[in-house]
């Protein structure tokens, strides 16, 4: 069982090919390049690298938010063609869990991905590492996917009795906030850790793939979990309007 995992809901344009034992291949950057320009070239240089075609993959994963809107609609585009093309299933793989997946040893620590919302909010969730014998890097989410200001995610945090590794993209705007917060039980994942990979992508979408949790390609759309700006602004001058 091979698949193609493809991340675009951030900055970084990521793609990977995974087996059932093994990440064959992975290609991440981030340079400042569109996904537009970036990602179908990096897909025909991963394929080419791995000695394979569209046709040998069994499904598509693909992060599907929360995240940039132009980037996971540029990533869903990309995956429905290859989906398309190759006549496979595509797999839905949460952004915010494979952002924890990435994390790796939490040692105990309750994991908080978070992705910059802009506004200064952020999308997030809680989550646990579990089954860790099964090879999966699997979590569990607590609670559900939110966006929220950045100040009533860590106000909240503090009254957990818990330690918390944070994660994510949103650490450039915020990491003084989370440092300067927690009492001692806030600490930041690893820089290397911090971006999210296709590679994290594929681990998770293998494990979708094999528990049957694939779609078909015209059933996948992105999660945004809020409106975009220029929707809101839509609204509001609507309000003003009326």
């Known amino acids: 069982m091979k698949i193609l995992a493809i991340e675009s809901s951030g ?24 996904h537009s320009q970036t990602l179908l070239p990096m897909i025909d240089r991963i394929l080419s690298d791995a000695e394979m075609s569209v046709n040998e993959l069994d499904a598509i994963a693909v992060s599907r938010g929360p995240g940039s809107f132009t980037g996971l609609r540029i990533g869903s585009a990309t995956a429905k063609g290859l989906a398309a093309a190759a006549g496979i299933p595509i797999v839905d793989v949460p952004t915010l869990e494979a952002l924890a997946v990435g994390v790796g040893n939490a040692g105990g620590r309750l994991i ?20 860790k014998g099964s090879g999966k890097g699997a979590v569990r989410m607590i609670g559900e996917e939110r966006a929220l200001g950045m100040e009533a995610l860590l106000s909240e945090l503090e009254a957990m009795d818990r330690e918390i590794i944070f994660t994510g993209d949103a650490l450039r705007v915020h990491a003084d906030k989370i440092k300067a917060a927690g009492n001692g039980k806030f600490m930041l994942a690893p820089l290397s850790s911090r971006d999210l990979r296709a590679g ?24 945004y979990l809020r409106l975009s700006s220029a929707e809101r602004e839509r609204l509001e001058q609507g309000k003003t309007l009326g």
Do not use: Q, W
């Open 112 to 131: 908080c991905p978070v992705i910059d919302a802009r506004r200064n909010e952020v999308y997030s969730a809680l989550f646990e590492e579990e089954d």
């Open 200 to 223: 994290c992508v594929a681990t998770i979408g293998l494990y979708m793939l094999e528990s049957g949790k694939a779609v078909e390609g015209s059933d996948h759309t992105p999660v």
């Open 11 to 34: 900055n970084v344009a990521s793609a990977a090919i995974a087996g059932e034992d093994k990440i064959l291949a992975e290609y991440t950057v981030n340079i400042g390049k569109t």
